[in-house]
């Protein structure tokens, strides 16, 4: 079935330092690639997306990469901060109803 | 208003009680979810309602009970739950998928239901 698989589990870095969350789809008829961010005892949130027509979108200190052809995409951010500490959600979707969610990436951004 | 809201932020049941969580947005959105999460996992889909009928049921037990009375209410009843069931239930919504629309999820802050 379809499932989409999400890289690290979890990820430690020191402020200002970069981090990359990987993860891989199964679904070739997905289209659209949002990312959420959770932080503890709230609701998860948007923070980008992207659609399969495009390769890359950056957002201030956020960027997601798309690569169609191996079914992979990435969420990078940049000179990281305290408050970027949460748990990161990559999802996928075919334009149905149905969002396939990744298991989460807990990021700990250390002061 | 980008606002999906739930009631009540906090339930704790018994295993013979009913009770049932609320969800309403005014965002005009025809699509409507139910989501379970236990800790540290992703959102787990329950129910997806579209235009308010049931179009996504993932094989929920019958002891969750989805009801959408109109394009902006959404209800999940519970009844003879169970602890496992224990968890934060989240309401979505999301727009049609056309023009710049990007089919975002606007999620709730969640219920947490505590089953004894």
């Known amino acids: 079935g379809e499932n989409v698989e999400q890289h690290p589990s979890t990820l430690s870095v020191q402020e200002g330092d970069s981090a990359v969350i990987k993860c891989t789809y199964s679904?070739?008829?997905?289209?659209?690639f949002p990312w959420y961010k959770q932080e503890l005892g709230k609701r998860p949130q948007l923070i980008i997306d992207?659609?399969?027509?495009?390769g890359e979108k950056k957002d201030q200190r956020i960027a997601v990469t798309l690569n169609k052809t191996a079914k992979h995409f990435s969420l990078h951010i940049t000179e990281t901060q305290p408050e970027d500490s949460a748990v990161y959600f990559c999802?996928?979707?075919?334009?149905?109803?149905?969002?396939?969610f990744g298991t989460g990436t807990r990021l700990k951004v250390l002061a | 208003d980008t606002e999906v809201t739930q009631t009540p932020k906090h339930l704790v049941m018994g295993m013979t009680n009913k009770k049932s969580l609320k969800c309403e947005q005014h965002?005009?959105?025809?699509?409507m979810y139910w989501y379970k999460q236990k800790a540290k996992k992703p959102p787990e889909l329950m129910f997806v309602?579209?235009?308010?009928?049931?179009?996504i049921n993932e094989s929920v037990p019958s002891r969750f009970s989805p009801e959408c009375p109109n394009s902006s209410l959404l209800n999940l009843h519970l009844h003879a739950l169970q602890p496992e069931d224990s968890a934060l239930y989240l309401c979505?919504?999301?727009?049609?998928?056309?023009?710049?629309?990007?089919?975002?999820?606007?999620f709730g802050e969640g219920s947490r239901l505590t089953v004894l």
């Open positions: 979505a919504s999301r727009g049609p998928v056309r023009g710049g629309n990007t089919g975002e999820l606007f």
């Open positions: 679904d070739s008829a997905s289209n659209y």
């Open positions: 992207i659609r399969s027509n495009v």
């Open positions: 999802a996928a979707t075919s334009g149905t109803y149905k969002y396939i």
């Open positions: 965002m005009g959105h025809r699509a």
């Open positions: 309602y579209s235009y308010e009928k049931l179009s």
